[in-house]
């Protein structure tokens, strides 16, 4: 049976910048969670990834949310010192400046772990990078969409002196391969189980 949620606890403590339902914002970390709700979920989410961070015995972790089932759809890619978690539900596709579609539950959640060290200007410019290659990889497999309504990034690096983490620099292009890799299989694996 696959499991309901997902928790990465990390070795040592890292910063985080996401916009994470629980813990967002810039913070440090002890590591986060794709939490499961229900489809029609209309619940107080303060609360509730509160309680489920107590209820597993976790602390300072970061959470985030999805209806997705995440044990069908969770993928995980790694290029260079980047590896991208995962979970990708496409109910509500949306385009960035027009009008959104009636509102359904369906998030894309994708969590980087970056293991150099990184200023909070670069952890800015790798959310950037990884919005492209979520944006580009959508466009490559026929959704004429940048993301979903309710889309989920949270970038974890160590406090560092690096300062750009975009296209045109090694750390970007490694956050590119493994957004592209982990999101393509994600949303692969999302269409199966909506068959």
Not at 25 to 37: C, D, E, H, I, P
Not at 58 to 73: H, P, Q, R, S
Not at 85 to 98: D, Q, R, S, V
């Amino acid at each position: 049976m696959a499991p309901n949620h997902f928790i990465l606890p990390f070795d040592e403590l890292m910063l985080s910048l996401s916009n994470a339902p629980h813990r967002g914002g810039l913070t440090r970390a002890n590591g986060f969670f794709f939490m499961k709700v229900p489809k029609n979920y209309s619940g107080d989410y303060k609360a509730d990834c509160l309680a489920f961070e107590r209820e597993n015995g976790l602390k300072n972790f970061v959470g985030f949310m999805t209806a997705a089932d995440i044990g069908k759809v969770l993928s995980v890619s790694r290029s260079g010192n980047v590896t991208a978690y995962i979970t990708a539900g496409i109910t509500n596709p949306a385009i960035a400046g027009e009008e959104p579609p009636p509102w359904e539950p369906g998030t894309i959640n994708v969590a980087l772990v970056i293991e150099e060290g990184l200023t909070v200007g670069a952890m800015a410019n790798a959310i950037m990078t990884a919005t492209e290659a979520k944006t580009y990889t959508l466009l490559s497999l026929g959704y004429s969409a940048t993301g979903t309504t309710s889309d989920g990034i949270g970038v974890f690096a160590f406090e560092g002196e690096m300062e750009w983490a975009g296209t045109a620099t090694k750390l970007g292009i490694s956050i590119g391969r493994a957004v592209r890799g982990a999101l393509e299989e994600s949303v692969r694996k999302w269409e199966r189980t909506r068959c």
